[in-house]
């Protein structure tokens, strides 16, 4: 399906292209590839129907589904008086 308003991006840097596409509520194709401004020209069409038919099938990525880390284990106190005696909670400043 062809989108109404689609975006391509070219950057070009010595001998190598990066082709971007980007659709509203899509989430962007790129691609990258050797040659010059003809060589990218000529592999837009092709690369907008890639970008189309994976739009279709899925048009955003699917959410990550890494789990969230597991908090530290709190340190153990020391509850020996002797230790707590000779070693101040927090140094004095001044």
């Known amino acids: 399906m062809a989108r109404e308003e689609l975006r391509i991006s070219i950057l070009i840097k010595e001998d ?15 691609a990258t590839l ?11 069409p092709s690369f907008v129907a890639e ?3 994976q739009w279709d099938a899925s048009p ?7 789990p969230e880390p597991v908090p530290p284990a709190p340190a153990p106190r020391s509850t ?3 230790a707590a005696a ?3 909670a927090q140094p004095p400043m001044f």
């Open 60 to 66: 955003r990525n699917p959410k990550s589904t890494i």
């Open 16 to 30: 190598k292209v990066f082709l971007g596409a980007q659709a509203s509520d899509c989430d962007p194709k790129m």
């Open 80 to 82: 020996s008086k002797s």
């Open 34 to 44: 050797q040659g010059d401004l003809t060589a990218a020209l000529e592999r837009v």
């Open 51 to 53: 970008a189309n038919e």
């Open 86 to 88: 000779t070693e101040p």
